[in-house]
């Protein structure tokens, strides 16, 4: 496998040609193309670069400095803010958003599997899950203070059963495993690389796409890419015959290429003076993103084991998830009401919920008609769907019940009289979770997301159950934008077997169809 920058590659050579061209090199474009390239060739594109030496990306106890240190242009976080003012965060780096998140790692529940629209055989899932989890994933063996006590303290809540170490969803108490090893060295996506077959595999960094290429006869198929080198320089790449296009370049880069490319709702098309190659009304539609609501604590305790390894799974429908805010001396901006940097003998804790399944959804939009760079707008109308305030509302009632639990105990501070409290950073919860209105506003002013947004390209909208494109040759999206609902507790399991499964998958096909001719 070779890895190169994107200006080694010049417009005026001969134009390349790949077996498969896969755009994004990220949490399932990576496993997609170590797949793929066990029997074919495989041009593998990043926009952004490599950063498997930056302690910033590498180690767990500084994983929130890249988002501190995110900015518009060419950090490994890329920020953004949604329409609905909430500040957001994806991937820009080779191994994508798995390289910037806080590695907690758990399999998809049944509800994502019925209803994903995905055509799923269950032993190859298993076997695809297997092959990332062997490489990259370490299973937890055993809990540091904080999240021991989230353990015991959600298991006294009521959230049960104990279900011990799992990486299984399933309802209760569980520790789940991480993509961060026991010295606390993450492992991402990239990583996966390392199983592709070297001779077939080409990647390039730096490579930023700017539009597919479509045939010029019919029947309507994608024949290659074009793209873009950080000197500006411009190139292009094609695909064989039999081969495929992949989108892979997550929830917000693979919808904002099909409607740079031309395929997206035809009016908005029009209006933007964007050719139209194909009316799709749904692409960039369906765009979700589950909220994420809780409390901020101040405890008078130091804590070091930043990270999650814990998730109570309720019965009710809401995660919940905690974790130590590492001593930096920076305000956390992307953590609501968090204005305070503690002391070095005390600690912040976040304690959070995720809405599981959001009703609200929304949409993107294309801002520059012609720029990939310029990030396209979004909007997820969080809350506008009275059910997730409902579900809200039993985060509220499950927080309220874990921090009456003796396991929190020792997390208050003295008070008179022997009255110990929880010293708060930020609003407490509404002690009445009837009270529909002190609900609503606690949802809505501690709002934040948990990064786990999806949509875009759904199953059965814009791609079919094997995620092609409808109504397009040889082109497919294979990431987070085809769910529909966010794959268990925490997304980064599925997407990750997702790359695999359809690069096996493919390579099946081709297989049968090779033997059949
Ligand atoms: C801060 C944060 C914390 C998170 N924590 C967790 C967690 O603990 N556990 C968990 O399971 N999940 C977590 N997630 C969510 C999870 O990481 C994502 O859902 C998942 O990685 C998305 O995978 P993807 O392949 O769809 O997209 P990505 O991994 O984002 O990959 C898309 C890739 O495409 C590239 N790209 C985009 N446009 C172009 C273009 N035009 N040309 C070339 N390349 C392009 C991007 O640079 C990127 O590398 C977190 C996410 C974030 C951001």
Redesign the pocket.
């Known amino acids: 496998m070779s890895i190169r920058e994107g200006r080694l590659t010049r417009f005026h050579t001969p134009v390349e040609e790949y077996d498969y061209i896969i755009?994004?090199?990220?949490?399932?474009?990576c496993p997609l193309a170590a797949t793929l390239s066990e029997k074919f060739s495989v041009l593998l594109?990043?926009?952004?670069g490599v950063a498997t030496s930056d302690p910033d990306i590498l180690y767990e106890n500084r994983s929130l400095n890249p988002?501190l240190y995110a900015n518009h242009d060419d950090s490994p976080?890329q920020n953004f803010i949604s329409e609905d003012g909430v500040p957001n965060?994806?991937?820009?780096?080779?191994?994508?958003?798995?390289m910037?998140?806080?590695?907690?790692?758990?399999r998809a529940n049944d509800y994502f599997y019925e209803n994903s629209g995905i055509e799923w055989d269950m032993s190859a899932v298993e076997s695809a899950y297997e092959w990332v989890e062997n490489s990259i994933v370490t299973r937890t063996d055993g809990l540091r203070k904080w999240q021991a006590s989230v353990f015991n303290a959600l298991l006294e809540a009521g959230v049960g059963p104990d279900n011990g170490f799992t990486l299984d969803h399933v309802q209760g108490t569980k520790i789940g495993g991480s993509t961060f090893d026991d010295s606390g060295r993450r492992h991402g996506?990239v990583e996966l690389l390392s199983k592709a077959n070297p001779e077939y595999l080409k990647v390039v960094v730096h490579?930023?796409?700017?539009r597919v290429i479509f045939s010029t006869s019919k029947p309507l198929a994608a024949v290659g890419v074009t793209?873009h080198d950080s000197q500006g320089k411009h190139h292009e790449v094609r695909v064989r015959r039999g081969g495929e296009v992949i989108l892979?370049?997550?929830?917000?880069?693979s919808p904002?290429?099909l409607l740079l490319s031309g395929l997206g709702p035809k009016s908005s098309l029009l209006s933007l003076n964007i050719p139209v190659v194909h009316d799709h009304p749904f692409i960039g539609q369906f765009m979700a993103d589950p909220p994420r609501n809780g409390i901020n604590l101040l405890v008078p305790v130091r804590l070091l084991d930043v990270g999650?390894r814990v998730v109570g799974i309720t019965k009710d429908g809401p995660y919940v998830e905690s974790t130590v805010v590492p001593q930096i001396a920076s305000i956390i901006t992307f953590i609501p009401f968090l204005n305070f940097i503690p002391p070095s003998n005390l600690s912040v804790v976040v304690v959070a919920g995720k809405v599981s399944r959001p009703k609200s959804t929304g949409s993107l939009n294309l801002i520059s008609p012609f720029d990939?760079t310029v990030s396209p707008r979004v909007r997820f109308n969080y809350y506008s769907h009275t059910e997730d305030i409902h579900q809200c509302g039993k985060i509220v009632e499950v927080l309220n019940k874990v921090l009456k639990t003796p396991a929190m105990g020792e997390y208050k501070f003295p008070g008179i009289l022997g009255h110990n409290r929880f010293s708060y950073i930020g609003p407490s919860l509404p002690k009445d979770s009837s009270d529909e209105e002190s609900i609503a506003t606690f949802c809505r002013t501690t709002l934040a997301t948990f990064?786990?947004?999806?949509g875009g390209c759904l199953v059965n909208k814009v791609v079919d159950s094997n995620l092609k494109v409808i109504g397009v040759n040889s082109l497919r999206v294979v990431?987070?934008?085809t769910f529909s609902s966010s794959p268990g507790t925490?997304?980064?399991?599925t997407?990750m077997m997702l790359g695999r499964y359809i690069g096996e998958k493919i390579l099946n096909e081709r297989a049968a169809s090779d033997t059949r001719s």
């Open positions: 755009v994004g090199g990220g949490t399932t474009g594109l990043e926009r952004g988002l976080a965060t994806r991937g820009r780096v080779l191994g994508g958003s798995s910037i998140n806080f590695g907690f790692y758990s996506a490579a930023i796409v700017d793209y892979s370049a997550g929830a917000i880069g904002q290429l999650v990939v990064w786990h947004m999806h990431d987070s934008s925490n997304p980064q399991a997407t």
